[in-house]
């Protein structure tokens, strides 16, 4: 299995406050990505980074900033969260190297925003 | 920009039935193409990969063919069982216009495969 560690697992918060969603990986790998699930939209890209400090928005980036520092950790904050927010999170890693590589999976992270 | 299409679920089957998921996208360029799976519970994980056009790949008894006419990435089973039952998730991944690399997924189908 991938090295691949979100944390929490589980996470319930109150509107307005600010949350922050945190992927590890041990791969060594430049790409990461978060995904957020939802019944009927399947995994939504809401950020990706390319390498250290080098990030780009996905398809519904909007309440959510993301940073990574080291190659091994990529954060994902919620500046202040709405209900509309909650989900399941999803983080993913893939060597880059070209489009034909896989990417990896974490177990997800469940936000409940209330 | 990219997109997939797959068909939408449940789709609920008897055990040792023939099993078809739709899957089709829209790229500009030549993605790679994939399907992932997704038990309850867990992360998705990688089924199979095709990364050119007429390619096909296959894994657990599982088919898929890149067909570029088509713009079509069907998953086939010839004969479903319990075990199978999961969440199926069609995807592709292609460039940019920076350069970088971005995966983009489908809906998910839950296929139910009964005893």
């Known amino acids: 299995d991938a090295g691949i560690t979100q944390s929490p697992r589980h996470k319930v918060t109150e509107t307005g406050t600010p949350v922050t969603l945190r992927c590890h990986q041990t791969?060594?790998?430049?790409?990461m990505y978060w995904y957020r699930q939802d019944p009927g939209h399947g995994l939504r890209l809401i950020h990706y980074?390319?390498?250290?400090?080098?990030?780009d928005k996905g398809e519904v980036s909007d309440g959510y900033s993301v940073s990574r520092s080291k190659t091994e950790d990529f954060l994902l904050t919620l500046e202040s969260a709405t209900s509309s927010q909650t989900s399941v999170y999803f983080c993913?890693?893939?060597?880059?190297?070209?489009?034909?590589?896989?990417?990896?999976f974490g177990q997800g992270t469940r936000l409940t925003v209330v | 920009g990219n997109s997939v299409t797959q068909m939408e679920g449940p789709v609920t089957l008897s055990e040792e039935a023939f099993l078809t998921i739709n899957c089709t996208y829209t790229?500009?360029?030549?993605?790679?193409l994939f399907w992932y799976v997704q038990y309850p519970g867990e992360g998705l994980q990688l089924l199979l990969k095709?990364?050119?056009?007429?390619d096909k790949g296959s894994n657990k008894g599982f088919e898929a063919t890149y067909r570029k006419e088509t713009t079509s990435f069907h998953l086939e089973k010839g004969s479903v069982q319990v075990s199978d039952s999961a969440v199926y998730f069609c995807?592709?991944?292609?460039?940019?216009?920076?350069?970088?690399?971005?995966?983009?997924f489908g809906t998910g189908t839950r296929l139910k495969v009964l005893a």
């Open positions: 993913a890693i893939s060597e880059g190297q070209s489009m034909n590589t896989e990417a990896f």
């Open positions: 791969e060594n790998h430049r790409y």
């Open positions: 980074s390319y390498g250290v400090k080098d990030t």
């Open positions: 790229a500009t360029g030549y993605p790679s």
């Open positions: 095709a990364t050119k056009a007429d």
């Open positions: 995807a592709l991944s292609g460039s940019t216009t920076s350069g970088t690399y971005k995966y983009i």
